[in-house]
């Protein structure tokens, strides 16, 4: 269920010691009955091991295998002050994971044929400033817009900021970013941004003539039963949610809580482990779009001047056949998570954190380890 109402912002501030003698006492905890999933012990000492080497608060892993979650589990803690441990229901932000949810509605809709790749989104948003005009949703998708990211070029305003009520609507969150210039001539070069996934949002909501939670509901969270998945609104003791962490001089302190809702599909969603497996086990088994458009999807996209991207369109890819490889990573200051998915081995495995700084690859790079010792 997506959550669509605004409350308050918790902001308090403490501090904690250090991680290095909390790592001694870390919990693991899970309730999915896999005893039969005989690398269960690795993954453990591969993820501890690494929480360690990080200093990471706490953490959720999931592995696909034999295009089955056959393991997930949580580890060390959700809230250190109340020392609340991580379990599999632990809701974490997924960050820029949240795009490859917004590319699965966008390539749904052009697989209908309600939504053209390549035909200007001036076509489906009409009021956005002349110098967006020549984007298209294959250029949003596979980040080769011209509009600028968070820190690389001048973002502009297009008026004043929209109440948070209001950004339930992506078309108003377009005024944080809508005056701004862009880097380059769409199509001309690849350079990541989430200001582009934030349009893509308003492009898929208008191309699908439907409130974006209606569409996510009945497109995707709704036919894989992701209960947990929902709007990154401000936190008011919802359910489960954990606290983000930080090291700050070598201590450990939590992140106030930002309500990262007015991105969407850029990086608004959040929920449990085991809703995001659900998702990546989705993508990867093709269950939400049809074989010709995931090919599309998988795709290594080429520039105007003949190069090739890393990107796809949502994703990012490489290797072929047998190494096909998809990916998201996700970073905000309350998070960092992971999806690595092998298609073709219908294997993957998806890891989320709530300590930020930390470096989600090796984490992954260590559970496919421990899964092939």
Not at 34 to 41: V, Y
Not at 82 to 92: A, I, K, L
Not at 125 to 148: N, V
Not at 302 to 327: F, I, M, P, R
Request: include cysteine; glycine fraction near 8%.
């Amino acid at each position: 269920m997506l959550y669509c109402a605004i409350n308050k912002n918790l902001t308090k501030h403490c501090r904690y010691s250090t991680l290095l003698f909390l790592f001694t006492l870390l919990p693991a905890h899970w309730l999915v009955a896999q005893t039969d999933f005989h690398r269960s012990a690795a993954v453990d000492q591969a993820i501890q091991a690494e929480m360690k080497r990080q200093n990471v608060v706490g953490a959720a892993v999931a592995v696909i295998s034999n295009s089955k979650v056959v393991y997930q589990k949580g580890y060390g803690f959700a809230n250190l002050r109340d020392r609340t441990p991580v379990t599999v229901d632990s809701v974490f932000n997924w960050a820029s994971n949240s795009k490859p949810v917004m590319a699965i509605l966008a390539l749904q809709l052009v697989q209908d044929g309600k939504l053209d790749l390549d035909a200007p989104i001036r076509n489906y948003l009409p009021e956005i400033g002349d110098q967006f005009a020549e984007i298209s949703t294959r250029h949003l998708l596979c980040h080769q817009s011209g509009i600028p990211h968070y820190s690389n070029g001048r973002i502009v305003a297009s008026g004043k900021r929209a109440k948070p009520e209001a950004e339930l609507d992506p078309r108003e969150s377009l005024k944080r970013f809508g005056k701004s210039e862009l880097l380059f001539e769409p199509g001309a070069k690849t350079s990541y941004s989430s200001y582009a996934y934030v349009l893509l949002s308003a492009v898929v909501q208008a191309a699908g003539k439907q409130e974006i939670a209606s569409q996510l509901s009945e497109r995707i969270t709704g036919r894989l039963k992701m209960d947990s998945f929902q709007l990154d609104v401000p936190f008011d003791g919802q359910p489960n949610w954990v606290t983000g962490y930080r090291m700050l001089l070598g201590i450990v302190a939590p992140v106030p809580d930002y309500s990262h809702a007015w991105k969407h599909g850029a990086g608004g969603y959040k929920s449990n482990i085991g809703d995001f497996s659900k998702f990546a086990l989705a993508l990867s088994n093709q269950s939400l779009i049809d074989a010709d458009t995931t090919k599309k999807m998988w795709t290594n996209q080429t520039e105007s001047g003949g190069e090739k991207s890393e990107y796809g369109l949502g994703v990012a890819v490489s290797g072929q056949n047998d190494t096909l490889k998809v990916t998201h990573n996700g970073s905000q200051d309350e998070t960092r998570t992971r999806m690595v998915i092998y298609p073709n081995r219908k294997r993957g495995v998806v890891f989320m954190s709530n300590t930020t700084g930390i470096d989600p690859v090796r984490f992954t790079t260590a559970v496919y380890s421990a899964l092939e010792d």
